[in-house]
Every structure is written in structure tokens, then in C-alpha cells.
């Protein structure tokens, strides 16, 4: 009788560790920093079910440098609207870092897209282009 090692999958049920299946896709981690309480709330939902994980949304990009280095989200995405001087440089100074999230800029006046470049962005979306497939693509990481 051959002896076959068990495993257990995250469920918790025994599988053969001999069994090929890979393992789901690990979730996109966003971190999403908007004034606007309803787009915070629309993209979080978009997002979500699009099987990306929002790990914050926050309001203010005051404490958000601190909240991206406790939960080292793929992707941070920023509203730059609002914001031109204080989320560029929020962007910049991510960027630069050892193993920084990848910077999404996003805002509702395409013209903020040159902005985009100066600040080490990885990508600029117009805030009605969001979707869970393009922030996938800026952290290089499959949907889960």
C-alpha cells in the first residue's frame, strides 16, 4: 500500500500534496485615497468584485504614506484632482522606495495626465476608467 501525504487547503479540507492544482491567484492589494466618500465607495464595491482586495480608503493623503507602509498595498491609487502638490509628491516619494506599490493616479480631468510622469506613476486612469483589470495590470499580478 503506497502512503500518500495529506495537505490541507486554505478551506481546511485534506487534498493529496501530490495534487498539481496551483493555488487561486494571490488577490491584488489596493489601497485607494479619494476626497469623495461616494467614489471611494463605487471603486472599493467595483474593485471588490472584480476580486481585487481594498485594504483602506482613505480620505486625506495626511497619514497616508504611514497607512501604505503598515499594509504595503500593490497598488496605490490617488486621486490628484484635489490634491496636484500633495499626492504628486506622496507619489514620488513611494515611488522611489525599495520595493514601492505601484502609483495610480487617477483624476477626472484627463489633462492631469502629465502630471502623471513627473510624479514616478506607473499608470494615469481618468476616474471614469477605473477598472479592476487596468489596477491588476499596474501591480503585474493576474486577477485573482
Given at each position: 500500500m503506497k502512503d500518500?501525504?495529506?495537505?490541507?487547503?486554505?478551506?481546511?479540507?485534506p487534498r493529496a500534496a501530490s495534487d498539481t492544482t496551483e493555488p487561486a491567484a494571490q488577490q491584488v492589494r489596493v489601497l485607494i485615497l479619494d476626497p469623495h466618500?461616494?467614489?471611494?465607495?463605487?471603486?472599493?464595491?467595483?474593485?471588490?468584485?472584480?476580486?481585487?482586495?481594498?485594504v483602506a480608503d482613505l480620505e486625506r493623503w495626511e497619514g497616508a504614506e504611514d497607512v501604505a507602509t503598515a499594509l504595503r498595498p500593490d497598488v496605490l491609487l490617488?486621486?490628484?484632482?484635489?490634491?496636484?502638490?500633495?499626492?504628486l509628491e506622496l507619489a514620488r516619494r513611494l515611488s522611489v522606495?525599495?520595493?514601492p506599490p505601484a502609483i495610480v493616479?487617477?483624476?477626472?480631468?484627463?489633462?492631469?495626465?502629465?502630471?502623471?510622469?513627473?510624479a514616478g506613476a506607473d499608470l494615469f486612469l481618468d476616474k471614469?476608467?477605473?477598472?479592476?483589470?487596468?489596477?491588476?495590470q499596474a501591480a503585474g499580478k493576474p486577477r485573482s
Open positions: 500518500t501525504a495529506l495537505a490541507h487547503s486554505a478551506s481546511g479540507n466618500a461616494s467614489f471611494r465607495y463605487a471603486s472599493k464595491a467595483l474593485l471588490q468584485a472584480e476580486g481585487l482586495a481594498v490617488i486621486d490628484v484632482s484635489p490634491w496636484q502638490t500633495e499626492g522606495r525599495a520595493e493616479l487617477m483624476s477626472a480631468s484627463p489633462s492631469d495626465a502629465i502630471l502623471a510622469a513627473s471614469a476608467g477605473i477598472t479592476a483589470d487596468a489596477i491588476a
